[in-house]
């Protein structure tokens, strides 16, 4: 079972550490996933862009089915279609926030503005063939920050970003006064975050929850359950190496949000194990060479843009635009 270990954010309201995600699914699969894991216990869903529906079906499903389950239990986050301030000051939030329980987060999603085409295009394209995102420069950060602080307090409890560094979130925090509660972002054993976000966050008192725990990639490598020395204390403590990496994540307060649509796996994850200070500290020594997975200039359709100045980023068209 989870141990159920809740932390506090900077606006009062507590955050399940162990949540689930519900990215990357394929139709007719995230809605059984979030039925499966709202049965199972999760009471913490990242909402990712794209699936809202399903998701609402999975949540519905489940309020109508499981005993003793309410709405005000389940801390959903949720990110808008677009990074876009403009979106925003239209009022254009996402549709599951009429749906949402107390305690709803909404996170920018990444430091990008996407043009806006029309209300239908997650993606929009600046031809038919083309295999790139047009990416917005004239929406800087502040001005999306800005919007999401004047977002109704009644639909949207508490605010935050995701894929922001810690000059970013200086930026915004600089010019608006406002900390956002939460930074989501790619952490997993090969990127521990630990050379500088968490110790910003930690001093800002922003929660950090940590997306990708299994090295979710786009490169067919193997996953970091497959990793050696996961999977060497896994076999050690009678644990599987997932559970192992969940385990890790949440050490020092942090949330983790695995995603899956496997039943069997959606409740293995959430049979939590504790760790040694020496698993914890030989999971730690696999960060030296951080490996990030999510890079925008590889995504399909590209966006290209730097975000984190990784070398595949470096020749990047558009750049962050942080304030004008
Ligand atoms: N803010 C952002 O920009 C951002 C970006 C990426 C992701 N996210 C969020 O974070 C969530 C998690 O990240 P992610 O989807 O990239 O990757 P992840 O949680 O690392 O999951 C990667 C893969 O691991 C598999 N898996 C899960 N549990 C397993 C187990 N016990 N044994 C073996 N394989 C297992 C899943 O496949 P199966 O489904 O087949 O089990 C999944 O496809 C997303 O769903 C999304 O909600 C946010």
Redesign the pocket.
């Given at each position: 079972m989870s141990f159920g270990t809740k932390v506090t954010l900077n606006t009062g309201a507590q955050i399940p550490t162990l949540g689930y995600?519900?990215?990357?699914?394929s139709p007719g699969?995230v809605g059984i996933?979030v039925y499966e894991a709202l049965k199972v216990g999760y009471r913490h869903l990242?909402?990712?862009y794209g699936n809202q529906v399903e998701v609402g079906d999975g949540l519905h499903k489940a309020l109508a089915e499981v005993p003793g389950l309410k709405r005000e239990d389940i801390f959903i986050v949720s990110?808008p279609r677009y990074p876009n301030a403009l979106m925003l000051n239209a009022g254009s939030i996402n549709p599951l926030v009429d749906f949402q329980a107390m305690e709803y987060l909404y996170?920018v999603?990444?430091p990008v503005a996407f043009k806006k085409v029309d209300d239908v295009q997650m993606f929009p394209m600046a031809a038919e063939d083309s295999n790139e995102v047009v990416i917005d420069d004239s929406v800087s950060l502040v001005e999306t920050w800005t919007a999401m602080t004047n977002l109704p307090k009644s639909k949207v409890r508490a605010i935050g970003v995701?894929?922001f560094s810690p000059a970013y979130l200086q930026t915004i925090i600089d010019a608006t006064g406002v900390t956002p509660a939460v930074v989501?972002?790619?952490r997993?054993p090969l990127l521990q975050q630990d050379d500088a976000l968490i110790k910003y966050a930690r001093d800002k008192g922003i929660h950090i929850t940590g997306?990708?725990?299994?090295?979710?990639?786009a490169w067919g490598e193997p996953?970091l359950?497959e990793n050696d020395t996961i999977k060497g204390i896994a076999g050690r403590i009678g644990a599987?190496?997932?559970?192992v990496i969940l385990a890790w994540s949440q050490v020092g307060g942090h949330s983790v949000?695995?995603?899956?649509?496997?039943p069997a796996?959606?409740r293995?994850?959430f049979q939590e194990v504790r760790l040694s200070d020496e698993d914890i500290s030989a999971i730690n020594a696999l960060g030296g060479s951080p490996r990030r997975?999510?890079v925008a200039t590889c995504y399909k359709p590209k966006w290209d843009i730097n975000i984190w100045n990784e070398p595949k980023e470096q020749g990047a068209k558009h750049r962050v635009i942080q304030v004008k």
């Open positions: 995600g519900t990215w990357q699914a699969e996933g990242n909402n990712s990110t996170l999603h990444w995701s894929n989501q972002v790619e997993h997306y990708s725990a299994f090295g979710n990639n996953l359950i599987t190496p997932a559970q949000i695995p995603k899956s649509v496997n796996r959606i293995a994850n997975y999510n």
